[in-house]
């Protein structure tokens, strides 16, 4: 007899599965061989006596009154550009989410897309770069780039959330005559803000480190003042920026974890 509480032996993997298997794996495989990575030079008594003496050109940190006043001004520049740019990124990125998530049809949702996707495949440097021409140097630039690039991502995922939303409740207030802006205003719209707000906050993390990058192309903050330490070879200087860069970030993530742990429960 046939015991039913057996339990079934497992499937085989499918030809797709195994195919796509042996791909990735051939393809894992070609990008070692094909970087001719030198492994041994990396890791070599030369490279890391080098290393060590680069590294130690940064101490110690130049701790003057007025280096430190004008670290923190432009430390406040970089979390001001990342702040503001964000925050733009994130209302235009909820207009441009309704018609990528099909709710103007078809067209509206592929056009739509399409444009995100343009945005977010740009990246920041490149899109400081075009900033940097048409408003010149300075913070502007790097802001229109942060919010440039981050209205792609956020538009795009705010879409999905969109998409992934419970219907019922929408659809019940459209029954009971609720219109079609009021239906999403007081029903998918407050099952959507907190996954909404936590992609926000993260992004918001991306762009502290993304403004100090965009000043190296004079997009201003902490980034501009390390390429011009740098470029003249004052390392103990260019440490105290790089320090005032990681204290930043550590503090952005702090808080923006600390918000969306509040936001999730």
């Known amino acids: 007899m046939q015991d039913n509480n057996m339990p079934a032996p497992p499937a085989l993997l499918s030809p797709l599965k195994l195919g796509l298997s042996a791909g990735i794996m051939l393809l894992v495989i070609a990008s070692f061989v094909s970087l001719n990575m030198e492994w041994r030079a990396l890791f070599s008594d030369d490279a890391a006596g080098k290393t060590w003496e680069f590294l130690q050109g940064f101490a110690p940190p130049d701790i003057s009154p007025a280096l430190l006043t004008k670290t923190a001004l432009a430390s406040f520049e970089t979390l001001a550009m990342s702040a503001l740019g964000t925050l733009i990124a994130a209302i235009l990125g909820l207009f441009l989410a309704l018609p990528a998530s099909g709710r103007f049809g078809q067209a509206a949702k592929s056009s739509t897309r399409l444009f995100l996707n343009v945005a977010r495949a740009i990246p920041e440097l490149?899109?400081?770069?075009?900033?940097?021409?048409?408003?010149?140097?300075?913070?502007?630039?790097?802001?229109?780039?942060?919010?440039?690039?981050?209205?792609?991502?956020?538009?795009?995922?705010?879409?999905?959330?969109?998409?992934?939303?419970?219907?019922?409740?929408?659809?019940?207030?459209?029954?009971?005559?609720?219109?079609?802006?009021?239906?999403?205003?007081?029903?998918?719209?407050?099952?959507?803000?907190?996954?909404?707000?936590?992609?926000?906050?993260?992004?918001?993390?991306?762009?502290?480190?993304?403004?100090?990058?965009?000043?190296?192309?004079?997009?201003?903050?902490?980034?501009?003042?390390?390429?011009?330490?740098?470029?003249?070879?004052?390392?103990?200087?260019?440490a105290t920026v790089i320090i005032a860069m990681l204290i930043l970030v550590a503090m952005v993530d702090a808080l923006s974890f600390a918000m969306r742990r509040w936001l999730m429960h």
């Open 126 to 238: 490149v899109w400081a770069s075009i900033m940097l021409i048409a408003a010149g140097l300075g913070p502007f630039a790097g802001t229109i780039a942060l919010a440039a690039h981050t209205t792609g991502v956020l538009g795009r995922l705010f879409a999905e959330v969109l998409e992934n939303a419970p219907p019922q409740a929408e659809s019940t207030l459209r029954l009971n005559g609720a219109s079609a802006v009021n239906a999403f205003l007081y029903a998918t719209l407050p099952q959507s803000l907190p996954q909404m707000l936590s992609y926000t906050l993260y992004r918001w993390e991306n762009n502290i480190r993304a403004a100090a990058i965009l000043g190296v192309v004079g997009a201003g903050g902490l980034g501009q003042m390390l390429k011009y330490h740098l470029s003249l070879f004052q390392m103990q200087t260019a």
